[in-house]
């Protein structure tokens, strides 16, 4: 076994500084390691323990959440088109925010995030832990070593498969095969690729949030002397305004190193951010005497460095072909949202949104290492050229790959093998895994287990009660693929003799047209979200023994905040019946899908037609992008 340290500095020599060794070791052991704690991170450790694999979660800072989290407060973007919103982990993640913060406070969202990791069984996490050196073991990863900041000793983690979802690939130092910047036209024949290679990145952008007040309590806003001055010739001063953006385009450093030019590009950023507030609060034309600023950011957000070179490299044409690849494990549907160099100081529109359809499918391949076998990846690191990453970055993306790739490392381990076996002999399994928890994937339908196919099932509801058995789980093309009942209606399924039940899956209406995002800015009146009005809040879970015995109630359930529910069954009953008490709101008790018994996770997805895409079109201007 031999260490492996990414570059660093040589100004001290071992006599000169405090030895390593005289801090406290601690040593873990796990199956499956995730490096980075942002919307990715948080996905696939969750994804991973939840498959019953012993799992650590390691983040530099000491909030989980990443750019969506309160120290950064990106709003989480995903596919376009009202029926194309990322499900799974990252909706369940949504619905908690909604439930428990519904003023959506972005520290009490951190708090949600924290929550939702702290009380999942087989994980272990550690904060403020910086990952600073790789073990490896005949090419393979086969320890972690990191810095605990606020306790002061180093941590090792031990494990079988490792995920990357640092953003900035911190786990490159295995000597994994990386790419950075952009790629010349010629070498895949990209049409939006610049003629010639290059070293050039998206931007970093420290954001800012406002306040609504009374703009006869107007003070104008004193600025710190090295606050930028944004002259009124400058190619953005005319369109400075407080409304309708989160400030994304507060962008610089692509002309710099994302990564080792960090310092000096937030110490620019928040001279920037400053000096446009300054514009804007004190604009003769009195754009900013109703709004006040509550809060800017110290750590700017990161849209690209360094990406992993996998099986699969995904490219501009693919993404703009719709990418209906066969061993799919995700999808896309953010437009490829190129960021110009020179970032706020470029002259023309601070972004290019080039058309791509949403959805459109991403394939394993891009999830882990060629060169290094058992190291994954997900969220902006994947093996992507730099235009199909600038789709492929958004967060809600981001958290789909998280899920697939901590889902894939679980089999692995579970399987005894890497990541290129899980994905060339166990992808039906892997892609049964990521549907059975509520992720969709475009053109395919879930396979049903054996028992809910063989019932029969009817409702007092007067709906198409055979929708909650067609493998769809959510409206598309114009079909709702589900059930509208009432509270007190009931779903019934029927067997002629007794059989093992297992388990109960319930997938109801969250409202997925509906982003669910933080808010930019705060109004002057509080607005609290609401749970979505079709989910079922309150239902009962009757048995019958024998078919002409009586229901007895085994399970109650009040508060249901979850899209996708499942229920251990362990009773043997020839009768099941689902009754719905209450939803969250007055109308109608909106069932996706129901079923009953052990899914067969080796049996092919069904493949059905591809939804009809949906193209974000016209320009950015200062809304909604990332």
Excluded at 220 to 248: K, Q, V
Aim: proline residues 7%; negative net charge; hydrophobic residues 40%.
């Amino acid at each position: 076994m031999h260490d492996s340290l990414a570059p660093v500095s040589t100004l001290a020599t071992t006599d000169e500084c405090i030895a390593e060794n005289a801090f406290a070791e601690e040593h873990h052991r796990v199956a499956v390691c995730v490096v980075g704690g942002g919307m990715a991170g948080i996905c696939a450790a969750l994804a991973s323990a939840r498959a019953g694999v012993p799992t650590a979660l390691i983040q530099d800072r000491s909030m989980l959440g990443g750019n969506a989290s309160s120290e950064v407060r990106m709003w989480i973007c995903g596919a376009h088109g009202p029926d194309f919103k990322e499900g799974g982990i990252l909706e369940e993640l949504q619905l908690a925010n909604i439930l428990h913060n519904p003023g959506l406070n972005y520290p009490l969202w951190d708090a949600v995030l924290y929550d939702a990791i702290r009380r999942c069984e087989q994980l272990k996490t550690f904060l403020s832990c910086s990952v600073c050196r790789v073990q490896m073991d005949q090419g393979r990863l086969a320890a972690v070593r990191a810095w605990h900041l606020t306790r002061q000793c180093w941590i090792t983690v031990e494990a079988e498969q490792f995920i990357d979802c640092s953003g900035d690939s911190v786990l490159r130092a295995s000597a994994a095969a990386m790419r950075r910047g952009r790629e010349g036209h010629a070498e895949f024949d990209e049409s939006l690729a610049p003629d010639q290679a290059d070293r050039r990145t998206m931007g970093n952008s420290i954001l800012l949030q406002l306040r609504r007040c009374d703009p006869a309590q107007h003070r104008p806003f004193r600025a710190p002397p090295w606050a930028r001055s944004i002259p009124e010739d400058h190619p953005r001063y005319a369109n400075l305004t407080p409304t309708g953006h989160n400030f994304w385009w507060l962008e610089l450093g692509d002309m710099a190193d994302s990564v080792a030019d960090a310092d000096g590009i937030r110490d620019e950023l928040m001279a920037l951010a400053l000096g446009v507030w300054a514009t804007i609060k004190n604009h003769p034309d009195g754009r900013g005497k109703a709004w006040e600023l509550e809060w800017v950011g110290s750590l700017p957000g990161k849209r690209e460095s360094f990406r992993y070179i996998g099986a699969h490299t995904l490219t501009e044409q693919e993404v703009a072909s719709g990418g209906d690849f066969p061993d799919r494990i995700a999808y896309g549907g953010w437009s490829m949202d190129d960021h110009p160099p020179g970032g706020f100081d470029h002259r023309g529109e601070p972004t290019q949104f080039h058309a791509a359809p949403s959805p459109y499918g991403i394939p394993a391949g891009v999830l882990y290492s060629q060169s290094v076998p058992n190291l994954w990846c997900a969220g902006r690191n994947i093996s992507a050229t730099h235009m199909a990453l600038s789709s492929t970055r958004v967060m809600a993306t981001c958290a789909m790959l998280g899920q697939a790739a901590g889902s894939g490392a679980a089999l692995a381990v579970q399987q005894g093998c890497d990541a290129a076996a899980v994905h060339r002999n166990l992808l039906y399994p892997w892609q049964n895994r990521l549907m059975d928890a509520d992720q969709w994937l475009p053109g395919l339908a879930k396979a049903l287990p054996a028992l809910t196919r063989s019932a029969r099932i009817t409702s007092s509801s007067s709906g198409d009660v055979e929708s909650l058995r067609d493998g769809i789980e959510r409206r598309l093309d114009g079909h709702r693929h589900a059930l509208d009942c009432q509270p007190g209606d009931w779903i019934e399924l029927r067997w002629d003799q007794p059989q093992e039940l297992a388990r109960l899956r319930i997938v109801g209406d969250s409202q997925l047209h509906r982003p669910k995002r933080m808010p930019c800015s705060r109004p002057a009146d509080d607005h609290h979200e609401a749970m979505p009005a079709p989910l079922w809040r309150r239902a009962r879970i009757e048995l019958r023994a024998e078919s002409d015995g009586p229901w007895q109630v085994v399970h109650e359930i009040d508060d249901n905040a979850l899209r996708c529910r499942i229920i251990p069954l362990p009773h043997r009953a020839c009768a099941l019946r689902l009754v719905l008490l209450a939803g969250w709101g007055d109308g109608p008790i909106r069932i996706q899908a129901l079923e009953v018994g052990e899914p067969d996770w080796q049996a092919p997805p069904h493949s059905v037609s591809w939804p009809q895409p949906f193209y974000q079109h016209g320009k950015p201007g200062r809304g909604p992008a990332a």
